[in-house]
T-cell receptor
Framework: DVKVTQSSRYLVKRTGEKVFLECVQDMDHENMFWYRQDPGLGLRLIYFSYDVKMKEKGDIPEGYSVSREKKERFSLILESASTNQTSMYLCASRPSGGAGETQYFGPGTRLLVL | GDSVTQMEGPVTLSEEAFLTINCTYTATGYPSLFWYVQYPGEGLQLLLKATKADDKGSNKGFEATYRKETTSFHLEKGSVQVSDSAVYFC??????????FGQGTRLTINP
């Protein structure tokens, strides 16, 4: 079974802190993604990566950065956390291939910024 | 750009009722279509998918048929259970592009 793990299920941080969210996948997938999920807004793509050291902006990259130093690990960084970044963060991975390839999600990290 | 529109929730049904959650898409080509489910406190997991017109995806009693004529991929289940209570997301993808999600439909099944 494909496994996508996220470093924390729940996180509480203060405004202005630097926050690291880690994601690891064990299936050698080329593509990895970070989303945030908010009520009424569904899932919104923050950043994605299709290879080591490669990254692409998604729909809402402002206030975030990412790092992919190894194929299995994709980190999301909040440089200076703000209260409007309180959300559920979901990581996903997917192999390269056709449009029918399944995307696998981690369990999510619920972040509260005070 | 491509988009996915889902039936707005929340949807509340009694156990053993028939379920339909509507999903329509807009795309310039022929995307693959997916239904994901999110149980309380968890991430999303793939429920079913279809990669070409007239394909039917099915899993756990749920079904959805890829209808090119109506650009739809409605989710159905003949008899729902309390354990089906979750949020359901319809999504599409063309080629190597990103997944495009609908807004999600929260389903609650009462015993």
């Amino acid at each position: 079974d494909v496994k996508v793990t996220q470093s924390s299920r729940y996180l509480v941080k203060r405004t202005g802190e630097k926050v690291f969210l880690e994601c690891v996948q064990d299936m050698d997938h080329e593509n990895m993604f970070w989303y945030r999920q908010d009520p009424g807004l569904g899932l919104r793509l923050i950043y994605f990566s299709y290879d080591v050291k490669m990254k692409e902006k998604g729909d809402i990259p402002e206030g975030y950065s990412v790092s992919r130093e190894k194929k299995e690990r994709f980190s999301l960084i909040l440089e200076s956390a703000s209260t409007n970044q309180t959300s559920m963060y979901l990581c996903a991975s997917r192999p390269s291939g056709g449009a029918g390839e399944t995307q696998y999600f981690g369990p999510g990290t619920r972040l509260l910024v005070l | 750009g491509d988009s996915v529109t889902q039936m707005e929730g929340p949807v509340t049904l009694s156990e053993e009722a028939f379920l339909t959650i509507n999903c329509t898409y807009t795309a310039t080509g022929y995307p693959s279509l997916f239904w994901y489910v999110q149980y309380p406190g968890e991430g999303l997991q793939l429920l079913l998918k279809a990669t070409k017109a007239d394909d039917k995806g099915s899993n756990k009693g749920f079904e959805a048929t890829y209808r090119k004529e109506t650009t739809s991929f409605h989710l159905e289940k003949g008899s729902v259970q309390v354990s089906d209570s979750a949020v359901y997301f319809c999504a599409s993808r063309q080629g190597a592009q990103k997944l495009v999600f609908g807004q999600g439909t929260r389903l609650t099944i009462n015993p």
